[in-house]
């Protein structure tokens, strides 16, 4: 039952981070939304046995949206470039508490080794 919740929570986030960006500035409640989103995904959808290629896919994605979003790049391509370091912004606030809580169960899981 966690199982599936954890998979539609990915779901959800991933329309939510793509889609409302597009249409305007992200407001609280949806920053929220995804926020809590993106920690049921790190809580309930990372196996174990995923979490190195989780933390690598995820590390690769921050790096490539924070920069797009930041370098100012993105915003000389005409009228699409706000839309998409909006949707950028969008996609690490769904990612990253993932990202954070499996990177912590992992460092746990390795100290938890060696002690």
Same mark, same amino acid.
């Given at each position: 039952?966690?199982?599936?919740? %954890? =998979?539609w929570?990915?779901?959800?986030? =991933?329309?939510?981070?793509?889609l409302?960006p ?13 926020? !809590?989103? *993106? ?6 959808n ?17 790096? !490539? ?7 100012? &790049?993105?915003?000389?391509? *005409?009228?699409? %470039?706000?839309? &998409? *370091? ?9 990612v990253?508490?993932?990202?954070i809580? !499996?990177? &912590?169960?992992?460092?746990?899981? !390795?100290?938890?080794?060696? *002690?």
């Amino acid at each position: 039952m966690l199982q599936r919740i %954890g =998979v539609w929570a990915f779901i959800v986030g =991933v329309i939510l981070a793509a889609l409302l960006p597009m249409f305007t500035e992200l407001a609280v409640w949806p920053t929220s939304l995804l926020i !809590v989103l *993106g920690l049921v995904i790190g809580f309930l959808n990372i196996a174990a046995a995923d979490t190195q290629t989780f933390l690598l896919a995820a590390l690769a994605l921050v790096i !490539v949206s924070g920069f797009s979003s930041t370098s100012g &790049l993105i915003t000389q391509v *005409g009228q699409i %470039g706000p839309v &998409l *370091g909006r949707v950028f912004g969008g996609i690490l606030l769904l990612v990253v508490p993932a990202t954070i809580i !499996v990177a &912590l169960r992992s460092i746990y899981t !390795v100290a938890h080794k060696r *002690g």
